[in-house]
């Protein structure tokens, strides 16, 4: 099948890995958010490409949940000792890649240009893009007022209360051309929004100009897995978010929240009961992802799914 994959951090990288099992890599795109991106010690920083980069080149660091494996912080270290923010943190490794993507960005390469270099580097078959080569930034107002993104996800590890969330830029933002294009295409025959969370990881690519258009107008059904499960994300502040944004976190309000894109949301199982609540058809599944095996058995039902 010609799948198209939207993504964000890693929940979205767990699935994007079962699909790269099963998809032939030619016939995968994988479009990342980079609502996420941030300049940081004057590096550009691009948290779920890297996050996916980690995870189908079997790097990702999965005691942690992000950055790379065998990760070792010597700088993280000096800095700390010389009074630097060490606030967000940069393993010796997986620094490399945000100098070596902050020179290739400055000497006029685009962050898809970078990206596509990277994953060609480490024998990752699949393509991965940004969602666009403009700059997208996700912030968040809280009770104390607008915060960067990751000042809220990291710096305050997602304590303040979230009253509203922006993109700042995406306005001017253009969809990556092969984004489009891939929505525009015959042969395309599924879309996949993987269980990333909804606000801060899906809503920024959906929030590019053009892009529902294109979702909507494209032949290929859209199907869903949903982040939540018996109420509770994952990993992350989904639910948290939900709760504070006034909704009841569940996957029916995941559902509500795609609104007519969809054409199935796959639930976990043990939500059969909110299936009633859902406009679109529901499928139920174990969509807790463990193993590999996990991973593989999910994409390949969501495909199933797709194909009927």
């Known amino acids: 099948m010609t799948v198209l994959a939207l993504s964000g951090g890693v929940g979205g990288a767990k699935l994007a890995l079962g699909l790269s099992h099963v998809v032939p890599a030619a016939d995968l795109l994988i479009v990342a958010n980079t609502g996420d991106d941030f300049d940081h010690l004057g590096l550009s920083v691009s948290p779920d490409l890297d996050t996916l980069m980690y995870a189908l080149a079997g790097l990702d660091n999965q005691t942690l949940g992000w950055g790379r494996r065998d990760e070792t912080w010597s700088f993280m270290e000096t800095l700390g000792t010389l ?27 685009t962050l898809s240009q970078v990206t596509a270099g990277f994953w060609q580097a480490l024998g990752i078959g699949p393509r991965g893009i ?10 968040v107002l809280s009770e104390t007022g607008w915060l960067d993104f990751q000042d809220y996800f990291v710096g305050q590890q997602c304590k303040p209360v979230v009253r509203e969330l922006a993109f700042h830029g995406v306005e001017h933002a253009r969809p990556h051309p092969d984004f489009l294009a891939a929505l525009a295409a015959p042969d395309l025959e599924a879309v996949v929004i993987c269980p990333s969370n909804p606000f801060i990881s899906i809503e920024p690519i959906l929030a ?11 032949n290929a059904p859209i199907i869903a897995v949903s982040p939540i499960i018996a109420g509770q ?4 502040p989904t639910a948290k978010m939900m709760q504070e944004l006034g909704m009841i976190p569940s996957s029916a309000a995941v559902a509500a929240r795609y609104g007519d894109l969809l054409d199935t949301i796959i639930l976990d199982s043990g939500d059969a009961a909110e299936a009633d609540a859902i406009d679109c058809r529901v499928l139920l599944a174990p969509t807790l992802m463990k193993t590999l095996d996990d991973k593989i058995a999910l994409a390949r039902l969501v495909l199933d799914a797709a194909r009927t």
Not at 87 to 103: N, S
Not at 233 to 236: E, R, S, W, Y
């Open 130 to 139: 940004p969602m666009s080569d403009d700059p997208v930034r996700t912030r």
């Open 233 to 236: 994300a994952v990993k992350g």
């Open 208 to 218: 590019v100009p053009g892009v529902r258009d294109a979702l909507r107008a494209c």
């Open 83 to 109: 009074g630097g923010p060490s606030w967000f943190r940069l393993g010796d490794r997986d620094l490399a890649v945000h100098v070596e993507r902050t020179r290739r960005l400055r000497a006029g390469e």
